[in-house]
């Protein structure tokens, strides 16, 4: 079991950034990746980014390319979800989700095998 846990959601104007946390415990040491979803109201859940736990391979979704950086620190555990030029659809609940197992791609959220509670961001215009 890896437990997750997501912190630092807010409500923030258009263009500004937010950071984005997300607290792994339990066998959290079985982690292959750590991927950031996003769900808005009404509509599917998204991914945003994913990072490899072991190399720190970043991957992304071309709606936050070069405007949204994953990174993590294994020695705490943790992994950041660094939010800049936000805008208004970027509003949702952010879920942070582990995968034990080593694949590619994994932009699916089906491919992830833990869930954190999500944290909301509200992004204003």
């Known amino acids: 079991q890896v437990q997750l846990v997501e912190s630092g959601g807010g409500l923030v104007q258009a263009g500004g950034s937010l950071s984005l946390s997300c607290a792994a415990s339990g066998r959290s040491f079985s982690t292959y990746a750590i991927g950031w979803f996003r769900q808005a109201p009404g509509k599917e859940r998204e991914f945003v980014a994913r990072?490899?736990?072991?190399?720190?391979?970043?991957t992304y979704a071309d709606s936050v390319k070069g405007r949204f950086f994953v990174s993590r620190d294994n020695a705490k555990n943790m992994v950041y979800l660094q939010m800049n030029s936000l805008k208004p659809e970027d509003t949702a609940v952010y879920y942070c989700?582990?995968?034990?197992?080593?694949?590619?791609?994994?932009?699916?959220?089906?491919?992830?095998?833990?869930w954190g509670q999500g944290t909301q961001v509200i992004v204003s215009s």
């Open positions: 990072i490899t736990w072991s190399a720190g391979i970043t």
């Open positions: 989700t582990a995968r034990t197992r080593p694949g590619i791609g994994l932009s699916n959220a089906g491919e992830y095998d833990y």
